[in-house]
């Protein structure tokens, strides 16, 4: 460990990876990015000098066998993660993984399992719930008041259709709407409940035009209690990212659920006993947070705040989103 931190190797020059995740792990606490590898060496070298990266690769076998790198990021397309995880795994690198974490909870589960056999840390990268509005959230909740839970409602919807070669819109790397944001109500709606659904009803259209993958989806998850999430997921449509809790006494809207701007666009609003209060919450970069997470389950022994057997949890319930989809039918989780 360099200076008692984390060094960080990023699997590809993904969008994410250079506006968001990458200079997250620069401002933790506990991380460095030490190099950065893609299959196009030049691309490599010039993401590295423009995010002031020290090293570059032209492969990612090259970034898992440099010693010096203690975990690494993999923003790779969908299809790619559980290769890259396990092989990362098998070299010895804790590894935090885009989401979806896998393609279904099968693959999840065999990547849990190498991790756990090769002795390294494995995470979602999941960013919003290491905001701690989301604490904030749950303390009100649990707090009683806004009264019983009702219901929750989410949404992430944005439009970039026109972008034909998106991976997002190629099918067997993973792509559609469900995969790429439905899954952040989904998450949500687990952590704040603290409990797993019981059944799934879905909706969506699947694009002729863009390799059959959903690009919107709407639907329905049953909790116990009689508790109910309604989502909405889509990548041909207006953007949102919102999110509702409706109780007996009240509710709690969060207007930018999921994509924090570290500005006042980040409150949340909490409306009972007639009144409207707007909820400040601390202005940080939720992906350093997530980072710091990672970073000090493997440099102090802490617990991780999501234990990789949430991402399995979770790829359940996506795995019954698409098959209620697809087949039409409502899918009862066992």
Not at 123 to 146: C, Q
Not at 158 to 173: G, H
Request: charged share 25%.
């Amino acid at each position: 460990m360099s200076q008692g931190k984390l060094r960080w190797g990023v699997l590809g020059c993904a969008g994410i990876a250079k506006r968001a995740v990458i200079p997250g792990i620069q401002q933790s606490q506990t991380g460095e990015v030490t190099a950065i590898a893609s299959r196009d060496e030049q691309k490599a070298r010039e993401t590295a000098a423009q995010l002031n990266i020290p090293k570059s690769y032209g492969s990612y076998e090259a970034i898992l066998a440099d010693d010096t790198i203690d975990a690494v990021y993999i923003p790779l397309p969908n299809h790619l993660h559980k290769e890259w995880t396990i092989r990362a795994a098998e070299a010895g690198k804790h590894v935090l993984c885009e989401k979806p974490i896998a393609l279904n909870a099968e693959e999840t589960e065999e990547m849990v399992a190498a991790c756990a056999k090769a002795g390294v840390k494995l995470a979602e990268a999941f960013m919003y719930r290491h905001h701690p509005r989301y604490e904030m959230i749950k303390e009100i909740i649990r707090s009683g008041e806004i009264g019983t839970i009702r219901g929750i409602h989410g949404a992430f919807t944005f439009n970039n259709a026109k972008d034909a070669n998106n991976v997002r819109y190629k099918q067997f790397m993973g792509g559609g709407s469900l995969y790429d944001v439905g899954v952040y109500p989904i998450s949500a709606a687990r952590f704040l409940l603290e409990q797993e659904p019981q059944a799934a009803t879905v909706h969506a259209f699947f694009s002729p035009d863009h390799d059959h993958v959903d690009m919107m989806a709407a639907g329905l998850l049953e909790f116990p209690d009689s508790v109910a999430l309604t989502f909405d997921c889509g990548m041909w449509a207006a953007g949102r990212n919102v999110l509702e809790v409706i109780g007996t006494d009240g509710r709690i809207e969060v207007p930018s659920a999921y994509v924090s701007r570290q500005n006042a666009d980040d409150h949340f609003f909490v409306i009972a006993k007639g009144e409207r209060r707007e909820v400040a919450v601390p202005y940080v970069n939720q992906y350093a947070l997530q980072a710091d997470d990672l970073g000090r389950s493997v440099l102090e022994g802490k617990p991780q705040r999501f234990e990789p057997s949430d991402a399995v949890l979770n790829m359940k319930v996506i795995d019954a989103c698409l098959k209620s989809a697809q087949e039409r039918v409502r899918v009862v989780l066992s």
